[in-house]
Nanobody, 112 residues
Framework: QVQLVESGGGLVQPGDSLTLSCTAS????????VSWYRQAPGKEREFVAS????????AYGESVKGRFTIYRDAAKNMVDLEMNSLKLEDTAVYFC?????WGQGTRVTVSS
C-alpha cells in the first residue's frame, strides 16, 4: 500500500496562489489515479482534481476548473496541485488519495 504525505498548505489571502505537493512512498501503478480531495469545516469531502498515472489524463472539480492545475512527476512519485486565484471558499484540509490510501492532509486557509 502506498504511503502519501501532503505538504505546502498555509495561510494566504484571496487572489493568492499556493502549490500543494503529494509525495508517495511505494508503488503507484500505471492503472492508478492520483487525486486531491478537500474537506471544509462542517462539509463533506469534495473532489478537487485527479491525474491518471498511465496517460496523464486530468480531471477537475467544477469549483476549481480554470484556477487549479494538477501536475504529475512520475520520476519523483509526486503530484502537485497548483492553486491560483484562491477564494475564501477554498479554505479546507486538502488530502491526497491513491486507491485506498490517504494522506494526513494539509490545511489551506484563505482569509483577508
Amino acid at each position: 500500500q502506498v504511503q502519501l504525505v501532503e505538504s505546502g498548505g498555509g495561510l494566504v489571502q484571496p487572489g493568492d496562489s499556493l502549490t500543494l505537493s503529494c509525495t508517495a512512498s511505494g508503488t503507484i501503478y500505471s492503472s492508478d489515479r492520483v487525486s486531491w480531495y478537500r474537506q471544509a469545516p462542517g462539509k463533506e469531502r469534495e473532489f478537487v482534481a485527479s491525474v491518471k498515472w498511465r496517460d496523464n489524463i486530468k480531471a477537475y472539480g467544477e469549483s476549481v476548473k480554470g484556477r487549479f492545475t494538477i501536475y504529475r512527476d512520475a520520476a519523483k512519485n509526486m503530484v502537485d496541485l497548483e492553486m491560483n486565484s484562491l477564494k475564501l471558499e477554498d479554505t479546507a484540509v486538502y488530502f491526497c488519495n491513491v486507491a485506498s490510501s490517504w494522506g494526513q492532509g494539509t490545511r489551506v486557509t484563505v482569509s483577508s
